[in-house]
């Protein structure tokens, strides 16, 4: 269903924000559809009207997106995904050239990159938005995270995965872990970032926890449509909260 929900309670003037949630039937694991919630409350926070609109497999591709959200998924999620997300592939390929911004999780990271390499065999192929590839393992990388980010400063998360992400020259790590694995067991990164695109194998969900990316998006979207962002003031009480839980918490 496409249809975009208006927000009631939002404050009027500002202008309004489309969010746009790819995949919450089959990319969702974990509560990433939380990144959608935090994104819709910190825009009504700002000031500005959100509108959460959701995309599935054979959905009508909605116009007018100001920012993208998806989710991680099963490696059976990502099979039913797959040839609806090729289809899709130059519209979302456009969009990260012209700089929307995005944030994609572990399931739907693997996927913007060249390929998932299922450790069952299948090769998922991804639609190159991100200069990486992964291939799955039979160990998975599970438990808390914590990385240090040049722009975001510390993240906080959680990870589940049995695909290893190498980054090729055409991105950036989204930051370096100081505990657990990220992209893979060996080199110390996490996530990625191009263009506007902030990609991270982080649940949690993540936004939650790590509001800096949250208002990254925001600011970037509202800067592309409106020129200027104006902030709000976010009641980030709860956010601080979840970061000194989640900081406390073993491996
Ligand atoms: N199925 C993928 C993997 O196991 C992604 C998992 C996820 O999104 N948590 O690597």
Not at 1 to 17: F, L, M, W
Not at 72 to 88: E, K, P, V, Y
Not at 134 to 147: K, Q
Not at 161 to 189: F, I, M, Y
Request: proline residues 6%; charged residues 20%; glycine residues 14%.
């Amino acid at each position: 269903d496409t249809a975009a929900r208006p927000d009631t309670t939002a404050q009027p003037g500002k202008g309004t924000i489309r969010v746009l949630q790819l995949y919450p039937r089959e990319m969702n694991i974990y509560g990433d559809w939380g990144n959608a919630l935090v994104l819709q409350q910190r825009l009504r926070w700002h000031g500005y009207t959100p509108e959460l609109i959701e995309y599935n497999v054979g959905d009508e591709f909605p116009e007018d997106v100001d920012v993208i959200v998806g989710g991680g998924g099963q490696d059976s999620g990502q099979l039913l995904i797959q040839d609806d997300l090729q289809a899709r592939g130059e519209t979302l390929r456009q969009l990260a050239t012209d700089g929307t911004p995005m944030l994609v999780i572990c399931g739907l990271y693997q996927l913007f990159g060249k390929f998932f390499k299922t450790s069952a065999g299948p090769v998922i192929p991804g639609i190159g938005i991100l200069d990486v590839e992964t291939n799955g393992t039979d160990e998975r990388l599970i438990g808390n995270v914590t990385l240090n980010s040049p722009e975001f400063g510390e993240i906080l998360g959680y990870e589940n995965h049995s695909g290893q992400t190498t980054l090729g020259p055409g991105v950036e790590p989204l930051g370096s872990v100081s505990r657990g694995a990220g992209n893979n067991s060996k080199d110390g990164h996490e996530g990625a970032r191009y263009r506007n695109v902030v990609a991270s194998y982080l649940h949690g969900s993540l936004l939650p926890k790590n509001p800096a990316i949250a208002d990254f998006l925001i600011r970037t979207a509202v800067e592309r449509k409106y020129g200027t962002f104006v902030p709000g003031t976010p009641d980030d009480g709860y956010a601080r909260l979840a970061r000194e839980h989640a900081a406390r918490r073993p491996r």
